[in-house]
């Protein structure tokens, strides 16, 4: 295999021994990587950018960044300053690319191979996007989607809808969204969309907009390609069509961490199967581990805190294994009792890959 290339110079600060570097835009967290205790540090958290990201000197002042809110009865022009005055919310969520487990799709659709790593589960705190929409006077009546623009300085030359990172989801994902300043504890890294960005939870990893300077409640999708043709379910190898379904919405999904076939084979004797389950926009009810592909499940245990609907769980079953060679699988519920599926429907873009039986990995027992 060709080396890996290092991490490129805006994510220096990431844990190189627990990412895989596919390309300098696109960096995942290794399976064994994830810990056991709920939140991703931010420097194991996966990388994803469409673009370039901005120069770094866009967190040298956080609180004068801008951000334009339109299709509300009193646009305005907000800073990070402003916005501060206007409310504070707190959300655990899973932020997980819409790609995420591509590679394990039979048909080998194009883009990265990302594993499970192309995910997280982070602490936002900012403002409710709801409040600040009250602040302005409400949306403005036609609306029927929430816009996010990204911050970056699109390259000369080209069509600028062509690159521009800008989404539009349903008007109700307002709801919970978030703009966020903090991740984990800290402003967030300018990597991952500081000064601010748009958290929309349950929602796949590109409605998240980062250093988010537009905000616009819009009547219809934005006509950027990354919405119009871009991140859409559509048949193995056929091109994106707008009428096609956005990837929107996450789906129910569970996948074991611990052992990952990374750290090689284990000694036989008792063995912490443990592995993360979300909901994407349920509480879940259960997770099933199995150790032989499938055949026979046993309930697992919840480990730690409840960190609500977004968020994701830790599970684990103790199992007392022999010498052999065993497949580790998971399948969890939700609280409306739907089960994980067994498999994703294979699509051209390779999205929301969550089946159970895709996500299963070896384990050598010696
Ligand atoms: N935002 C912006 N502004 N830009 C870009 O590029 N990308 C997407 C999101 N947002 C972008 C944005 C994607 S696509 C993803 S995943 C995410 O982001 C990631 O994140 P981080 O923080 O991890 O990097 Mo796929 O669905």
Request: glycine share 10%; net charge positive; with cysteine.
């Amino acid at each position: 295999a060709p080396p890996r290339p290092a991490l490129p110079p805006y994510v220096a600060w990431k844990d190189a021994e627990h990412v895989i570097v596919h390309t300098g835009t696109t960096i995942e967290t290794k399976r064994s990587a994830f810990g056991t205790s709920i939140i991703t540090p931010a420097e194991r958290l996966y990388i994803r950018n469409n673009l370039p990201a901005p120069d770094v000197s866009i967190v040298a002042n956080r609180d004068a960044w801008v951000l334009s809110v339109e299709g509300v009865r009193q646009p305005r022009m907000l800073t990070v300053a402003d916005l501060r005055t206007m409310g504070l919310e707190t959300v655990a969520a899973v932020l997980q690319c819409s790609g995420n487990g591509r590679g394990y799709f039979a048909s080998k659709p194009s883009g990265t191979k990302w594993q499970v790593g192309a995910a997280g589960c982070v602490i936002w705190s900012g403002v409710p996007v709801r409040n600040v929409v009250a602040a302005l006077g409400g949306v403005d009546g036609a609306a029927r989607f929430m816009t996010g623009t990204g911050g970056e300085t699109l390259p000369a030359g080209v069509d600028p809808k062509s690159v521009m990172v800008e989404r539009s989801v349903p008007l109700k994902a307002m709801e919970d969204a978030l703009l966020a300043w903090e991740m984990n504890g800290e402003p967030v890294p300018h990597a991952h969309g500081g000064p601010l960005r748009l958290v929309v939870p349950g929602y796949s990893g590109v409605n998240n907009i980062k250093y988010v300077k537009r905000l616009a409640f819009t009547a219809d999708e934005s006509d950027a390609a990354i919405q119009r043709t871009g991140y859409r379910i559509s048949p193995p190898g056929q091109k994106h069509q707008p009428t096609e379904p956005s990837v929107w919405e996450m789906e129910l999904k569970s996948w074991i961490n611990g052992p990952a076939p990374e750290t090689g084979p284990v000694k036989a004797g008792w063995v912490q199967v443990h592995g993360v389950a979300m909901g994407a926009t349920r509480n879940l009810r259960r997770v099933d581990v199995s150790i032989d592909g499938g055949q026979t499940w046993r309930e697992a245990r919840f480990v730690g805190p409840d960190l609500g609907r977004f968020a994701w769980r830790q599970f684990v079953l103790p199992v007392r294994l022999e010498p052999g060679q065993y497949l580790l699988a998971s399948r969890a519920q939700d609280t409306q009792f739907n089960w994980q599926a067994e498999s994703t429907p294979d699509n051209s873009g390779g999205y929301l890959n969550s089946g159970w039986r895709a996500h299963a990995i070896p384990l050598v027992v010696v």
